[in-house]
């Protein structure tokens, strides 16, 4: 099994599963353009996630790590009419790019991105009293990933989903004696996670044009 199979057969999904979409296309070009990292979520888990988001109904979304704001168009398409998703971005250029993509998409309305660290912004959030948030998106700084996974529980309700990007890094995750901060945050977040009472969750693999990676995913079983 090659990494040009995973391609292939992801262009292969995506061309017959993925409609093409001109705002999800020129909010990724604006972001090439603007020279920022392609590490966005691939078309088909942009999808999942919209899926996601519309299986369970979601009205209100919490994404932290925006970049040009891919996903969250993803998840911004899945909401019902009058529908918010708010996306914590520590990046001032990233967030710039991100809201033209949103203005472009006409999503000015729908999508705030709040620009700090995230760690900053969510006491911030959690201090505003927002409405808790159906689906919230952690993609952000790897090393934080306890800390945000607390913030998104804090800020959920029962039946709320929580799901973890990049928690696989070609396979990393599974060095106990790693040195990179990227893969002690995951472990440690997946560790919490096993022990953490008000969830039920795994964890799936996955290849494409991420290269190897995967996500946790979290159901809120209990009220936080
Ligand atoms: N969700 C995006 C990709 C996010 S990439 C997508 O799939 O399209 C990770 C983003 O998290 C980057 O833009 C980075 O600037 C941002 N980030 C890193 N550390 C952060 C922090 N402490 N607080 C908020 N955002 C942070
Ligand atoms: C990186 C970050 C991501 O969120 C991702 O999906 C892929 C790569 C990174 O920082 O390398
Ligand atoms: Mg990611």
Do not use: C
């Not at 988001?53 to 019902?80: C, K, Q, V």
């Amino acid at each position: 099994m090659t990494e040009d199979q995973w391609n292939a057969v992801d262009r292969y999904f995506n061309e017959l599963l993925v409609s093409p979409d001109v705002a999800l296309d020129s909010a990724l070009a604006a972001s090439v353009a603007a020279g920022l990292p392609a590490i966005n979520v691939s078309p088909v888990q942009g999808k999942l996630l919209h899926l996601l988001a519309r299986a369970i109904g979601a009205r209100n979304i919490l994404e932290i790590g925006t970049l040009g704001g891919y996903s969250t168009i993803w998840l911004a398409r899945a909401l019902p009419e009058g529908g918010r998703v708010i996306s914590l971005e520590a990046d001032a250029g990233h967030a710039e790019i991100a809201r033209a993509n949103f203005t472009r998409a006409g999503l000015d309305d729908v999508v705030e991105v709040r620009l700090g660290l995230a760690l900053d912004t969510l006491p911030r959030l959690a201090a505003e009293g927002h409405e808790p948030f159906d689906l919230v998106f952690i993609d952000a700084d790897k090393p934080n990933n306890e800390a945000y996974f607390d913030w998104a529980l804090r800020l959920s309700h029962l039946g709320s989903v929580i799901v973890v990007d990049n928690v696989v890094r070609s396979g990393d995750v599974i060095d106990a004696g790693s040195d990179s901060p990227t893969v002690q945050g995951v472990r440690r977040f997946l560790e919490r996670l096993a022990v953490e009472p008000r969830v039920t969750a795994t964890a799936i693999q996955t290849v494409g044009n991420k290269g190897y990676d995967g996500f946790a995913i979290a159901l809120v079983t209990a009220d936080s």
